[in-house]
C-alpha cells in the first residue's frame, strides 16, 4: 500500500481529488501490463485491445515478474499507482500459451480475475483489415450470443464472469442520452453449443463497423463489415469475488436512488401505473340517467283498465290491458 500523503498545491489536492470516491464514477482505466515471457500474438492483441480502450487505457512495455494468481501485490501497486480499475496481464508458457489475465479491482485491492488463453491460428489483427477504423472514445454496441450466456446469467459460472469483465470493459463512461450517428461499430461475442467433447467450447470475439445508406425510407439501410480484431479464446482459471466484497462494490450512492413515490409504479412495458383508493360508494344514490321513453310506460301502465275480450271458437274469456291514447 502506497502511503498517504497530505497535498503541497493545489496540483496535488486536484490529483487526490480526482481519485476520491464520487456518487457517479469517472470512467474505469485499464492498464495493460506484460510478463517476463509474452509471445507476439499476446502483445499484438494487447495493441488492439488497447487501441478499442483508448482514451481510458494505459499500456506498459517494460517485462514485469508478476504471478497473478500467487501474488497480487504488484497488482494492487500499479492499480493505485495509475488510478487503474481494470487491468489486462499478457503473458506466455508451454502450459499457459498465449495467455491475457483480465483482471478487476475494487478499492485498489483484486476483485476477480479471469484467464483467456488465444488461439493463434485464427487470430487477426486491426491492421490485417484494410478499410476504415472507428474513431477514438467511441462506445460500441455489445451482442452476445449464445445459450451458455442465457443460462449463466441465473446459475453463474465462466461464462457469467466472462460476459461481466467485457461488459465492464468496453461500457466506458455513464450516459444518459445515446446519439444514433455516433453508434460506429459492434463488438460480437459468440459462444456455441457445449458437448461431451468440448464441455467448454470456445469463445469468438468479432468487431464489425456500422455503416448506414439512404434507403428511401425513413430507416436507414444498415451493414456491417468487419474491421477487427479477431479472436478465438478458451476460457482457463478464475477467481471469483467473495460475496461480501461483491456487495460492497455493487452498492451505490443514496442520492442516486430514485425516489420511490406512494402508489405509483411501473408495469412490464415501462408505462407508469398508479392506484386510486376511494371511500365506500352507496349504489343506492347513484344518479342514473332518466330516459323520455320509458318514463311515459310507467305513467301509462298505472292507468291501464283491463278489458275483457271473448274468443269465438273456444267461447273463453282473455283480458288484455286498454292502453290510454
Known amino acids: 500500500m502506497l502511503r498517504q500523503i497530505k497535498p503541497r498545491n493545489a496540483r496535488s489536492k486536484r490529483a487526490l ?45 517494460k517485462k514485469n515478474a508478476i504471478h497473478p494468481f500467487e501474488d497480487a501485490a504488484s497488482l494492487e501497486f500499479f492499480s493505485q499507482k495509475n488510478d487503474a480499475a481494470l487491468m489486462v496481464f499478457g503473458s506466455h508458457s508451454k502450459k499457459r500459451p498465449h495467455n491475457l489475465t483480465f483482471i478487476r479491482m475494487f478499492d485498489h485491492h483484486v476483485l476477480d480475475m479471469i484467464e483467456l488463453f488465444l488461439d493463434p491460428t ?37 461464462y457469467a464472469l466472462l460476459k461481466s469483465f467485457l461488459v ?5 463512461g455513464p450516459d444518459s442520452d445515446v446519439d444514433v450517428e455516433g453508434l460506429q461499430y459492434m463488438v460480437s461475442i459468440a459462444v456455441g453449443e ?9 469463445a469468438h470475439l468479432r468487431a464489425y463497423l456500422i455503416k448506414t445508406h439512404r434507403s428511401g425510407q425513413k430507416l436507414p439501410r444498415v451493414e456491417i463489415d468487419e474491421m477487427g480484431p479477431r479472436m478465438d479464446f478458451r476460457i482457463g482459471r478464475m477467481r471469483e469475488a467473495e460475496e461480501s466484497v461483491m456487495k460492497e462494490a455493487l452498492k451505490k450512492a443514496k442520492q442516486l436512488e430514485p425516489k420511490t413515490k406512494k402508489n405509483v409504479g411501473t408495469d412490464v412495458v415501462g408505462d407508469k401505473m398508479g392506484r386510486i383508493h376511494i371511500g365506500k360508494q352507496d349504489l343506492g344514490k347513484l344518479q342514473t340517467r332518466k330516459m323520455k321513453g320509458l318514463k311515459r310506460d310507467r305513467e301509462a301502465g298505472a292507468g291501464d283498465e283491463d278489458v275483457t275480450m271473448v274468443d269465438g271458437d273456444s267461447g273463453s274469456e282473455q283480458k288484455r290491458p286498454k292502453h290510454s291514447t
Open 17 to 61: 481529488e480526482k481519485k476520491e470516491p464520487k456518487p457517479i464514477e469517472n470512467p474505469k482505466t485499464c492498464l495493460f501490463l506484460r510478463g517476463t515471457a509474452a509471445s507476439e500474438i499476446v502483445q499484438l492483441a494487447m495493441t488492439d485491445l488497447h487501441s478499442l480502450k483508448k482514451p481510458n487505457a494505459i499500456k506498459f512495455t
Open 168 to 172: 465492464d470493459f468496453f461500457r466506458g
Open 194 to 202: 457445449p458437448s461431451d467433447e468440448e464441455p467448454q467450447p470456445k
Open 122 to 158: 485464427s487470430f487477426r489483427t486491426l491492421a490485417q483489415f484494410k478499410n476504415k477504423k472507428c474513431a477514438v472514445g467511441q462506445k460500441p454496441l455489445l451482442l452476445f450470443a449464445g445459450s451458455v450466456f442465457d443460462d449463466s446469467a441465473t446459475n453463474g459460472g465462466p
